[in-house]
């Protein structure tokens, strides 16, 4: 899925939907939880590493096709599909261990949280697929 033409403008909206889920993250650790003393904190704190290192990605995969730098490596498309993918599982676990403690607001950030995490992990196959896909029409 090329997006105004471009893969870079697809890597930039990758940063967008990854910095937003990440400031939700915090904003929501923030005011559940005081430490990581419990197992849905620390599970939402994995959850934001992983996210924080696919942001880092999707940042330097934007640099480098910008320069008109070379295609993805395969070894990069399993680690960042990993990386989104285990950021939402370890989400999902966070937040249904979340029992009672999510109301209102809360509740809200959860949904928008796991449905742009969803969004993410569907971004990321159909760019993955995409990819595979152009590269059988050049061959």
Known sequence: MRLCGSLAVQHILHLVLVGTIFGLQIRQQMELEAA???LPA???AVAMACL??????HGLR???TFNGGKEESSALKVTRNFLGGSALV????AQGLRQGLLTD???????FILGGLALLRLLDTIQDFENQHERQIVD
């Not at 924080?52 to 990605?57: F, Q």
């Not at 607001?105 to 949904?111: K, R, S, T, V, W």
């Open 36 to 38: 990581l003393t419990n």
């Open 42 to 44: 620390i599970a939402s």
């Open 52 to 57: 924080a290192i696919v942001l880092v990605m």
């Open 62 to 64: 934007a640099v480098v």
């Open 90 to 93: 370890f989400e999902f676990l």
């Open 105 to 111: 607001n809360d509740l809200i950030i959860a949904g």
